[in-house]
Nanobody
Framework: QVQLVESGGGLVQTGASLRLSCAASGILAGYNMGWFRQAPGKECEFVAAISWAFGVTAYSDVVKDRFTIARNNAKTTLSLHMNSLKPEDTAVYYC??????????????WGQGTQVTVSS
């Protein structure tokens, strides 16, 4: 049974940093895990992903060099370190997981989301 619980969102100013966390259970070696985000009135957007077993990563071009995805050594937590935040980063961020070979999707398991708001 896969369970994902996000935390760490909040209201920050432009240029600030945030660390999002996802407490994960039921994730096996063959899974990929990642972060998607959805802004009001927009489609859900891929942000970053990582293979749970090997740590191979992928990033959206709009967050590359600003965001870093990582897993802890025990493989119980997925994190997203966000630096130099911009107002366009404002969205609900979702942790997700899937057993598959494609880091960018599709993903079957989603958490409840955590709100990130970046003021100008």
């Amino acid at each position: 049974q896969v369970q994902l619980v996000e935390s760490g969102g909040g209201l920050v100013q432009t240029g600030a940093s945030l660390r999002l966390s996802c407490a994960a259970s039921g994730i096996l070696a063959g899974y990929n895990m990642g972060w998607f985000r959805q802004a009001p009135g927009k489609e859900c957007e891929f942000v970053a992903a990582i293979s749970w077993a090997f740590g191979v990563t992928a990033y959206s071009d709009v967050v590359k060099d600003r965001f870093t995805i990582a897993r802890n050594n025990a493989k119980t937590t997925l994190s997203l370190h966000m630096n130099s935040l911009k107002p366009e980063d404002t969205a609900v961020y979702y942790c997700m997981a899937e057993c598959g070979s494609e880091l960018r999707g599709p993903y079957r398991y989603w958490g409840q989301g955590t709100q990130v708001t970046v003021s100008s």
